[in-house]
């Protein structure tokens, strides 16, 4: 079977799928991608050969800023608006276009698209392919139960929270998303393609694909009214590992716990946001404390911080970390979250913008970390957080409990069957 996997050139949307393709691939099957050019080599190292992006703008976490200057001074849901129009909605002409184009020298038989393309009605109406919707980031699809999306809401407990929500959905759905809505409803319409009324632009990548890889696990999403058959929860998808690569030798060092943290690689240029704070509250202490800045400003911080429990580095090898850690400060990562859960780590989380504030409500509802819901939380506030998840042992005992609901799946062996099973039941 030939397989095409289209994504943003984003670590955050790509890093997920690479397990599944190499599962593909080992299989036997044909899997080549059509992505921005940035991941050319992380793609040789996995023998996947790269269609580039040849209309569409390479949108990445290093040039967003640079790309849109105004951008830097958005929050909350009018950044998920500006996001939402800017970055996904104004490319999907452009990927149409370039998958279009490639398909006459790899006629692929199933596209495995990234859910933050909008891509996946053209492909399937106009191009006759099948098309399974990847989606690295908790569970869009609207539903009466469900909170509207971008407000960090948890699910509405009484009147006045229904009424608060109702009106909120309505902001998120009628003023937030509608630039990018009415881009694709113009885009579609150029290519004589009739949008539904009814739901919401981010139902789109669920109605228009044949089946749908979700990452996490029902017990990390709000509870929902409607269960759609096509939605396969899989836990959680790393970034594919050679096999035989040699673990880092990292450990405790004898300190009496570990914190690791982190601001994720998009929202990352500030760390007065989140790991400054993290580390001033922790500095000094019995703790230790293991930082990854995604490459920014790590010379600086170890200069600005010299005290021995305070360990800075470019990137962690977060999978072997988690089997020592006690805590995971971050924004809000969904891939990073999943992660920690899968290896019973309970969570301080932080975060509001890239629909952080979202996965954050959902560690909250599970009750498996404390939620600060704010995006520059104090250093007084951390430590309180963190001290709390390591004096009161139910947050550990959560943890552990999500951790074997996603010890349940074997992910991308699921996937994979997932991406086959629609091919043959074509």
């Not at 890093?15 to 036997?28: D, F, Q």
């Not at 929050?75 to 276009?97: L, W, Y």
């Not at 805590?327 to 509001?352: D, E, M, R, W």
């Not at 995006?375 to 506030?381: H, L, T, Y």
Request: hydrophobic share 40%; net charge neutral; with cysteine.
């Amino acid at each position: 079977m030939k397989i095409l996997f289209a994504s943003q050139a984003i670590d955050g949307h790509f890093n997920p799928m690479t397990g599944v393709a190499m599962e593909l691939k080992e299989r036997g099957h044909d899997v080549r991608w059509y992505t921005g050019p940035v991941l050319a080599d992380k793609l040789n190292g996995l023998g996947i050969p790269l269609f580039p992006f040849q209309r569409a703008i390479e949108h990445r976490a290093d040039n967003l800023t640079e790309l849109y200057p105004e951008r830097a001074r958005l929050k909350g849901p009018r950044a998920m608006g500006f996001d939402g129009e800017k970055i996904f909605a104004s490319n999907i002409s452009n990927f149409f276009e370039d998958i279009r184009d490639l398909d006459r020298d790899f006629s692929f038989d199933v596209l495995v698209a990234d859910a933050s393309m909008f891509i996946h009605r053209l492909v399937t109406h106009l191009m006759a392919k099948p098309v399974v919707n990847f989606v690295a980031v908790p569970n869009m699809e609207s539903d009466p139960l469900v909170p509207p999306l971008f407000f960090g809401f948890r699910p509405a407990r009484n009147p006045a929270e229904k009424a608060l929500q109702a009106a909120a959905g309505f902001l998120s759905d009628k003023v937030i998303l509608r630039p990018a809505s009415q881009s694709y409803r113009r885009q579609h319409t150029f290519y004589g393609q009739e949008v539904p009324k009814g739901g919401r632009l981010t139902d789109e990548p669920y109605r228009c694909s044949e089946a749908i890889i979700q990452t996490g696990t029902e017990s990390l999403d709000f509870p929902r009214r409607k269960d759609n058959p096509k939605v396969h929860y899989v836990g959680a998808l790393l970034p594919y590992r050679l096999p035989g690569a040699a673990a880092p030798d990292i450990a405790p060092e004898g300190f009496a716990r570990t914190v690791v943290v982190t601001q994720g690689t998009v929202d990352n240029l500030d760390q007065n946001k989140l790991i400054i704070p993290a580390v001033e509250a922790l500095k000094g202490t019995d703790t230790l404390v293991m930082v990854a800045t995604a490459g920014h400003g790590t010379a600086e911080l170890r200069a600005r911080y010299p005290q021995r429990n305070i360990h800075v580095h470019d990137y962690i090898d977060f999978a072997a970390v988690f089997e020592f850690t006690d805590v995971f400060v971050t924004n809000g990562g969904f891939g990073g979250v999943q992660l920690a859960l899968s290896k019973g780590v309970p969570l301080v989380v932080s975060g509001i913008n890239e629909g952080k504030s979202d996965v954050n409500a959902r560690v909250e509802y599970a009750g498996v970390g404390i939620n600060l819901r704010t995006d520059a939380p104090s250093a007084e506030n951390i430590s309180k957080a963190v001290n709390s998840i390591l004096a009161d042992p139910v947050w550990k005992e959560r943890a552990q409990q999500m951790a074997q609901d996603f010890g349940s799946h074997n992910p991308a062996e699921a996937a994979a069957k997932v991406v086959e099973g629609v091919f043959s039941n074509r």
